[in-house]
């Protein structure tokens, strides 16, 4: 079945470090992928996605390339604030209405100011 | 705030007891998802709804009963829960036909005794 592995947490960094979270995937079909973030106390919200191949999303500064020749959708930022701590969780999408919808388990991220 | 309201926030019951979960979303989405959070476990897709028709049931057992009156409404029903079925609630709503939850609901904390 498909699955999402994300790096093992809690990532901690200082303010202005790059970010790196990793994600890869299987998929049967052709995935769309997704990152949510979830802040201290709240529910999920959809940071960026991609649909196809070498799509690139971004959002709030945080960028992520659909690669499928490495099953991968990495998450970078190039300066973390102290306010992007929050669980990170990459997702796929195989089919519509959230069928075969599969969360990744999550990476929690601390950045120190 | 985030467009999908849910409440309670907090949820402590026994298990002989029934309550129910309510979510609400004003954001002129007609599809909503229930999803159940817990520690070191992925997010679980437990129930969809489009157009206010279940088209997703991920075998919850039956103590948990899902209820869609209209598209911007939806409630969980619960009964003789477990204390396996502590855990976060988290509802979602997107558009139809976008294939993934938009919006997700800050959650409903649930703690059986």
């Known amino acids: 079945g498909d699955s999402v592995t994300q790096m093992e947490g809690p990532v901690t960094l200082s303010e202005e470090a790059f970010l790196t979270i990793n994600c890869t995937y299987t998929a049967t079909g052709y995935p769309s992928l997704f990152w949510y973030v979830q802040y201290p106390g709240e529910g999920l919200q959809l940071l960026l996605k991609?649909?196809?191949?070498?799509d690139k999303g971004s959002n709030k500064g945080f960028e992520a390339t659909y690669r499928k020749e490495t099953t991968s959708f990495h998450l970078e930022k190039g300066s973390v604030q102290v306010s992007d701590s929050a669980v990170y969780f990459c997702a796929l999408s195989d089919l519509g209405y959230g069928q075969n919808f599969v969360f990744g388990p999550g990476t929690r991220l601390s950045v120190l100011p | 705030e985030t467009g999908v309201t849910q409440t309670p926030r907090h949820l402590v019951m026994g298990m002989t007891n029934k309550k129910s979960l309510k979510c609400e979303q004003h954001?002129?989405?007609?599809?909503m998802y229930w999803y159940k959070q817990s520690a070191k476990k992925p997010l679980e897709l437990m129930f969809v709804?489009?157009?206010?028709?279940?088209?997703e049931n991920n075998s919850v057992p039956s103590r948990f009963s899902p209820e869609c009156p209209n598209s911007s409404h939806l409630f969980l029903h619960l009964h003789t829960l477990q204390p396996e079925d502590s855990a976060l609630y988290l509802c979602?709503?997107?558009?139809?036909?976008?294939?993934?939850?938009?919006?997700f609901g800050d959650g409903t904390r649930l703690s059986i005794l």
């Open positions: 991609a649909t196809k191949a070498d």
């Open positions: 979602a709503s997107s558009r139809t036909g976008e294939g993934q939850p938009q919006h």
């Open positions: 954001l002129g989405h007609n599809a």
């Open positions: 709804y489009s157009l206010e028709e279940r088209v």
